[in-house]
């Protein structure tokens, strides 16, 4: 069978664009943050840093370890410190306009581009967000976490073939959070939504479970 854009699919070529300008617009923000970011404001980041740099252990910074061990690899992979937290700052960047547009343009079936493009276009209207991409903070890594893991909830409430895998990296991500700052325990809000998990009747339908969530549609 010979190949056409007929048969390809519009569908399929609407989403491959929609997707590519998508990711255009988060490389284009990332290697921003990473050009413009970097800036270190305050002796908690420069503490932070210099624990990750030294490998040593500090009980007083047990909630902040994971933002540490970020920083680490960012600095092993740029060799430098002042590299290395640029490229926090970069892929801080686009995974937070990636993670945004995909949260709202698939919160409901009857979401579309616009819907993401203007949930691009809210978060980085509001300038603390913007801060927090330029600057290797707590705070930031956690945004990032927090981000990561409403997106792979609205994964598993809409597919109903996800298993345990997507239950496990979801487990991994709260352990994460709770590991960055203290407020992470506020992604428990989430949890009765997995009361709701869409199951597959013997019609074929999705249907749900139980009672639970109602912040977020199936």
């Known amino acids: 069978m010979s190949f056409s ?6 569908r399929h070529l609407a989403a491959i664009a929609e997707w590519t300008l998508v990711g255009l617009g988060a490389l284009w923000f990332a290697r921003f943050a990473y050009l413009k970011g ?3 404001v305050g002796s908690d980041m420069l503490y932070y840093l210099d624990v990750g740099l030294r490998q040593v252990g500090d009980p007083f910074i ?3 370890y994971t933002h540490v061990f970020a920083l680490r690899l960012a600095s092993v992979l740029m060799g430098s410190t002042l590299g290395g937290v640029r490229l926090f700052s970069g892929a801080v960047g686009g995974l937070t306009v990636l993670l945004t547009y995909f949260s709202a343009r ?5 979401a579309k581009l616009p819907n993401g493009l203007i949930a691009i276009f809210l978060i980085m209207s509001v300038p ?3 801060t927090l991409v330029l600057g290797p903070s707590v705070d930031t890594t956690l945004m990032v976490i927090v981000l990561a893991f409403v997106a792979l909830y609205i994964v598993y409430r809409h597919d109903a ?3 345990r895998w997507l239950l496990g990296i979801l487990g991994v991500l709260f352990i994460m959070a709770i590991r960055t ?3 992470g325990w506020a992604l428990v809000v989430i949890i009765p939504g997995f009361g709701t998990r869409p199951m597959r009747n013997s019609a074929g339908n999705c249907s749900e479970q139980t009672s639970g969530s109602f912040f977020l549609e199936p």
């Open 106 to 110: 698939f919160l409901t079936k009857e």
């Open 38 to 40: 970097g800036f270190v």
């Open 181 to 183: 700052k203290e407020v």
């Open 5 to 10: 854009i007929r048969s390809f699919g519009f």
């Open 128 to 130: 603390l967000v913007v």
């Open 62 to 64: 047990t909630f902040r």
């Open 161 to 163: 073939k996800s298993g």
